[in-house]
């Protein structure tokens, strides 16, 4: 066996001096290594030698195997210098042409959009704020205003934690930015004119939801607030964002942590408002208006649970998903929701 190795050793030194290409190295490295090559050949039969034997021969083969792996890179290297040698010669290189400028990216759009966004509400005094994406029942919900039997706490509807409750309930993925809301509040610093904007969780996809998106949320407390101040406020937004070719409503709703409340929309940026595109419903509106989100004057239970007298303080708080603002751009002209989030580059790039 001991010269088995040595020849082996021997053989793999002649042969490696003829070697000329890469691709013929390549080939002779698996002759001796591969799973059926000679060195594993010649090492299936160490179990078969007497006891005496196997320590000195197992070092042996070890040995050769480093000197038969040295020799395989000093080649390796030896084959690459030639190889760099070659391209000096046959290849003329302009040392004075301009290098390739790498290829740079840009922000996403959900991003570009909640720049814009702060942006325009800072001019109004709003601050930046952020609170938690993984939160309390207390403050998505019963803080809120809202009975343990509405729809919105269904395990159908919102995201639950499989973790142990607290003296605020359940931990779920928070369903919107209103969570913000008396977490703000709590602070204790007045007036506020907070400006949450932050990822909400849903069980919801379709052309106008997914189910991770992201909200701004706008919370103003102050004495003597009127709904006046809140449509200025979202008219204002809405001539800052849209432009001034765009129309926004209110109308009368229902929620549980504002009164009285409402719906904002805009007129549709996919078919002008009108509804149809080519005698077809269109997919995003059906109707001409999009509904941007909610808004209202805060409810006095709200204010309660945020440790906020309500007889000396009122305000008024709206909630907008970033995504769907954005679709309603002018220009824009997305009618699907979540190509946003598929990151085809062929759409990103656009912009």
């Known amino acids: 066996m001991k010269n088995k190795f040595e020849q082996l050793k021997k053989e793999a030194s002649g042969i490696l001096e003829k070697i000329e290409t890469a691709e013929e190295l390549r080939d002779f490295e698996v002759k001796i290594f591969g799973r059926k090559g000679k060195y594993n050949d010649l090492v299936k039969e160490l179990p078969k030698l007497p006891d005496k034997e196997k320590k000195e021969i197992g070092r042996l083969a070890n040995e050769v195997k480093k000197e038969i792996e040295k020799m395989l890179f000093d080649k390796k290297q030896e084959l690459e210098g030639e190889k760099l040698k070659n ?51 207390w403050y998505a919900f019963e803080a809120l205003n809202m009975p343990k039997d509405h729809p919105a706490r269904d395990e159908w509807e919102t995201f639950f ?97 504002t009164e009285p409340s409402f719906e904002v929309d805009i007129s549709c940026g996919v078919c002008n408002g009108a509804g149809k595109i080519n005698e077809e419903k269109c997919r995003v509106c059906k109707e001409g208006w ?58 990103i790039r656009q912009f």
């Open 87 to 137: 391209i000096a010669k046959e290849e003329w290189v302009d040392k004075t042409l301009p290098g390739k400028k790498p290829e740079l990216g840009h922000l996403h759009l959900t991003t570009q959009a909640i720049s814009e966004i702060t942006e325009i509400f800072e001019r109004i005094g709003f601050q930046l704020r952020r609170y938690p994406e993984v939160e309390w029942d």
């Open 161 to 257: 934690i499989d973790a142990p409750e607290s003296k605020k309930g359940k931990m779920v993925l928070t369903p919107h930015t209103s969570s913000g809301q008396v977490r703000e509040m709590e602070r204790g610093i007045l007036p506020i004119r907070m400006m949450n904007i932050s990822k909400c969780y849903r069980r919801q996809s379709d052309v106008t939801h997914v189910p991770m998106f992201h909200q701004f949320e706008g919370l103003l407390i102050d004495k003597d607030v009127s709904i006046a101040h809140l449509k200025g406020a979202l008219d204002y937004f809405a001539r800052e964002f849209f432009g001034p070719l765009r129309k926004t409503r209110l109308r009368p709703f229902h929620f549980r942590f």
């Open 290 to 347: 999009l509904e941007l989100g909610g808004a209202g004057m805060v409810h006095p239970n709200v204010l309660k649970a945020g440790g906020i007298d309500h007889k000396k303080y009122n305000g008024f708080a709206f909630g907008w998903g970033v995504e769907r603002t954005f679709m309603m751009k002018e220009g824009m002209k997305i009618d699907d929701i979540r190509i946003l989030y598929k990151n085809d580059l062929r759409f």
